[in-house]
């Protein structure tokens, strides 16, 4: 579901628990054991040795000794959003992203829009999500309660101030003080440069403010303002499937993944993207 490389130290997760770890750059991978079943969705790495991965079912395991052990956790569902009579609809939450920027300063986020944050590595989460409902609110949203938000996919911050979200129904969300307070840039096509439609995975390379954001029914969006404005990527073939995996180095160069065994490449930050066959 996702990998994360530190140098040529890099890790893999997806279904039944599974982690993958390489050690020399993606040539050879060996199994480590996770200590769970669960399906992990996103995994965060701030060095070689401490990592977290983020799952099904309110679950996550962290590491810090590069994974030759995993330690699993299971996070609290929060109440932010959620009544009475929702909490037994909702038992557990999916957690289909998480990034650290540090050893203490992370985030998760999943279904129902969550954003959960850790300011202590772990050892307690709070819940961001609550600044968004309230915004809808001001936006003459009736509805101010987790079942208005869709699912959050992925989430990346470049400090431990600024961060950005996206999702389904086209959702972007971003914050400049730690998530202590989002804001809606985008939901179910309110953004024009955005389609009402999820985006799965997304990419900053460099530090000037470029984005690349893939999702689904080939969706391929381009920023160079920090998600202000967005510009859909040229491709030299029509691409109809989902996107769920995109990198992109500060080089230009990168690689884009999704069903039906796609696999595109840009070597201009994403603006133009070519099939492996053309390669």
Not at 85 to 91: C, E, I, N, R, Y
Not at 131 to 145: C, F, I, P, Q, R
Not at 183 to 210: C, E, L, M
Not at 214 to 228: E, H, I, K, Q, R
Request: glycine share 14%; net charge negative.
């Amino acid at each position: 579901n996702q990998v994360e490389f530190v140098g040529d130290t890099g890790w893999a997760v997806g279904h039944y628990g599974i982690i993958l770890n390489s050690r020399d750059g993606g040539k050879t991978w060996t199994k480590q054991v996770s200590s769970t079943e669960k399906t992990l969705f996103s995994v965060s790495f701030i060095d070689s040795l401490h990592g977290w991965a983020s799952g099904d079912e309110s679950s996550y395991v962290w590491t810090d000794n590069g994974g030759e052990s995993w330690n699993v956790e299971r996070i609290e569902v929060s109440q932010v959003g959620l009544t009475q009579d929702m909490a037994l609809a909702v038992p557990d939450i999916i957690y289909y992203g998480i990034h650290f920027v540090d050893a203490q300063h992370g985030w998760m986020v999943g279904e129902y829009g969550n954003i959960r944050n850790t300011t202590d590595g772990g050892a307690t989460w709070g819940s961001q999500h609550g600044s968004l409902l309230d915004e809808l609110k001001t936006m003459g949203v009736m509805a101010s309660d987790v079942m208005s938000l869709s699912a959050f996919f992925r989430v990346h911050f470049t400090d431990p101030m600024n961060g950005l979200i996206v999702g389904g129904g086209g959702a972007v969300v971003s914050t400049t003080d730690g998530g202590q307070t989002w804001h809606w840039v985008s939901r179910d096509g309110t953004h024009a440069d955005i389609p009402n439609t999820p985006i799965y995975d997304f990419v900053q390379p460099g530090s000037d403010g470029k984005l690349v954001a893939v999702g689904s029914n080939g969706l391929t969006l381009t920023s160079d303002n920090g998600g202000a404005k967005w510009t859909a990527a040229k491709t030299e073939a029509d691409v109809f499937t989902w996107l769920n995996g995109v990198a992109v180095a500060d080089s230009g160069k990168g690689v884009m993944v999704g069903g039906k065994g796609s696999v595109l490449l840009t070597s201009d930050f994403g603006k133009t993207w070519r099939p492996t066959k053309d390669q």
